[in-house]
């Protein structure tokens, strides 16, 4: 790259002397971001507009810049200082949000904020409200934010609103592998019910922006819509009367799992089973029947019932497709949890929507050494589906997946959309703001965009076999039922108690957020872990290759 470099012996040229004429750069508020800390100022601009310029000013601050700059670039920084203090001058094209807090940001309740946004020929001044979001990422230096604003409003072409999610990516080297897999359900799955809503779509939209936070840049973010009865366009609660219906699969437990004996729901909690009810509003009424209902029927019926009753419960070209995306994606945390489970209606099927896709294309916590390609991601209402087959559901895998791996999932077509991703951060010189801000948890070097390569390569050859021959060749392997496992109570304070699901003798390990490895020990049937000694925080239990998190408290 090339810089312009500040002589040692630095004076200041007044902005209009005489026959001298000092021309300045004003970037509107909202179209930049200082941080004083870093040394480093950032600005939203179309570069074709802007002429040639000998000055910035920015927060009152006049940063003068070596020689006249006459065309200025993305993937370059310049050197510009006031008060003989040198600073990283920056330009980009993603949008740029600032975030400016008043009070502590907590997970709950919000407190009020104040945002701009900038983005082409639009600059937004808006007020409302900002939480943390998110469970074991709220232990991550990066948070994902959660916004309410007092006013709907339309980001670029996501949809108007007034509810927002702000996700760090802090654990994604790359920082593409959630928008690429958005992206990727979005353009596979449609709603069943669109003839009747035809703005309906069955996943949330997303953009890459770059955030400031109170005076501090916090680099690369994915601006993303709400997974919510409004975007789903689920009937609306009627004169006390449940019709649409929306639940968060949040933990992996016996309900979202659909295996083992589930709890009583009860009728004043807003949580049951690793679900919680997002719609209806648990402040309007809280009602588990119909999901209770549908997840008694898949874990408990009979064969028979099971097979000529599935298709009246579950959307079936939803399951299909929720089924292969989440496999060719290796969304092996988003089986239970990360899933929403809607109803458009009372007495209509229920579907699946994704959510929180980082752990993707071979991406994995730090806990794990790797994310295998030769395994298939279910659960127990998915394996029901494979091995029983109700009115061919196999036979309809398999084409619905060579449809798809012709166009949509051919490795050509994903491998471009992680090259455009990358393009569009490393043209704007984000990637290297982002390891600036944040060093050593950005990794796009060849050698791990050739590992996402490889891994996407491994798992569609694996796929090209496996979902084509489920009922006679695929086998639920000996290691995943015998890694399988309960554990109580969650949060825990002195002991957490495992309880293996078969004959298990092997040993577990316990991680913080960070991938730490805490303690370990051996599993032998019902086993008491001291937890007594560990901060209140979100941890990990790995058992085989079966990992859970729980909260100490």
Known sequence: MNYFIFSALLFVVPLTTGSLHCQELKPRPGQYGVDDVLKMILVRADLDTVGEFSSVRVDGRVFLTSVTLTEPRYDERYVVAASDIPYELHFTRLPLLCVVSQGRIVNEPKVPVRVTYSEDGRNLNLRGGVEYRGAFSQGFRKKNLDFEFDEDVRFGQLRRDDDWVLDALFNEPLRVNSLVSRQLWLDQATPYYGDREPAARVGADVVHVEAFLNGRYQGVHMLGEQVDRKLLKLKKLKGGEIRGELFKGVLSAPGTLFSGAAPTPSSTSRSWSGYEQKYPEPRDTISWDGLAAFRSFVSESEEDAFRTGISQRINRENALDYLIFINVIGGWDNTARNVYTARYAADEPYFFVPWDLDWTFGNQPRFLDSIPTTNLHTNGLFWRLLQQDPD??????????????????SADNIKARFVSALDNLRSNNALTREALRWPGTVDDSDSRIDYTYRWIDDRLAYLDGALCDFATSIEMPAESAATDF????????????????????????LYSTWGQRLSSGPVRGRTEIDVSNLASGIYFLKIGRRVRSFVVR
């Not at 398999?398 to 949509?408: I, K, V």
């Not at 309880?499 to 298990?504: C, F, G, L, R």
């Open 486 to 509: 309960r554990f109580f109570p969650n949060p825990a304070t002195e002991m957490l108690t495992v309880i293996p699901a078969v004959v298990y003798r092997g040993d577990y390990e």
């Open 392 to 409: 061919g559901f196999s036979d309809e895998l398999c084409l619905r997946y060579e449809t798809l791996r012709a166009g949509l999932y």
